[in-house]
């Protein structure tokens, strides 16, 4: 998926062609017929820290960009996909192994540095080990496998993925998820600190 993004000329709900206008302090493309205001471009991915053994489960990219680096698996989230199925989705297909989301431990925020690029952030989970066997995706990963956190610091490795690994060796629990919070939206999910950890 590409971080490069042409800006919408013609409304994608009715087809009429969008106007700029003043919203919020800033220009942005509206519909004059409709309500639909561009807030700009966005793209949502994935990646988690499976520990196993005293062994973590790290990826090498198979492909540019950062082929031959050392990584957490992880993707994009799909339109219509929470956050949790896509990271136990993008373990599965890339690794063969089964997982399940425990907490959110960091969250990278990549605002564009231009019009043409999208605002990118990235969610990151420790998950638990469910079952599976190691089979890299070879479209995606050319290597694959569980390192201790000491070999961790002999490879080429994304310095996100070390320090989310690294974090993820600390007592805090991180955000779990909440379902006794009624919210908006039948898809929505509330992810907080654990309530019994606040003082």
Same mark, same amino acid.
């Given at each position: 998926?590409?971080?490069?993004?042409? *800006?919408?000329?013609?409304? #994608? +709900? &009715?087809?009429?062609? =969008?106007? $700029?206008?003043?919203?919020?302090?800033? #220009?942005?493309?509206? &519909? #004059?017929?409709?309500?639909?205001?561009? !807030?700009?471009? @966005?793209? =949502?991915?994935?990646?988690?820290?499976? !520990?196993?053994?005293?062994?973590? =489960?790290?990826?090498?990219?198979?492909?540019?960009?950062?082929?031959?680096? !050392?990584?957490? *698996?992880?993707?994009?989230?799909?339109?219509?996909?929470?956050?949790?199925?896509?990271?136990?989705?993008?373990?599965?297909?890339?690794?063969?192994?089964?997982?399940?989301?425990?907490?959110?431990?960091?969250?990278?925020?990549?605002?564009?540095?231009? #019009?043409?690029?999208?605002?990118?952030?990235?969610?990151? @989970?420790?998950?638990?080990?469910?079952?599976?066997?190691?089979?890299?995706?070879?479209?995606?990963?050319?290597? +694959?496998?569980? @390192?201790?956190?000491?070999? &961790?610091?002999? @490879?080429?490795?994304?310095?996100?993925?070390? %320090?989310?690994?690294?974090? %993820?060796?600390?007592?805090?629990?991180?955000?779990?998820?909440?379902?006794?919070? $009624? /919210? +908006?939206?039948?898809?929505?999910? =509330?992810?907080?600190?654990?309530?019994? /950890?606040?003082?």
């Amino acid at each position: 998926m590409s971080d490069h993004t042409t *800006p919408y000329t013609f409304c #994608p +709900l &009715c087809a009429e062609t =969008l106007q $700029k206008s003043m919203i919020d302090n800033h #220009p942005r493309s509206s &519909c #004059p017929s409709c309500s639909y205001v561009d !807030w700009g471009n @966005f793209s =949502l991915g994935v990646g988690g820290v499976l !520990w196993h053994e005293g062994k973590v =489960l790290l990826v090498q990219r198979g492909h540019n960009p950062g082929k031959g680096t !050392w990584t957490i *698996p992880g993707g994009y989230v799909d339109q219509r996909e929470s956050i949790e199925d896509a990271i136990v989705r993008e373990i599965q297909e890339e690794t063969g192994i089964n997982a399940k989301p425990l907490s959110i431990i960091a969250l990278r925020d990549r605002p564009s540095d231009g #019009p043409s690029e999208k605002h990118d952030a990235y969610i990151i @989970f420790l998950m638990s080990f469910q079952g599976g066997a190691l089979q890299a995706q070879p479209e995606e990963v050319s290597n +694959l496998g569980f @390192f201790t956190l000491k070999e &961790c610091h002999t @490879f080429q490795i994304a310095s996100l993925s070390l %320090s989310a690994i690294e974090a %993820s060796l600390s007592i805090s629990q991180g955000l779990v998820i909440n379902t006794n919070v $009624k /919210l +908006l939206g039948k898809l929505s999910t =509330l992810h907080q600190i654990c309530p019994s /950890l606040i003082r």
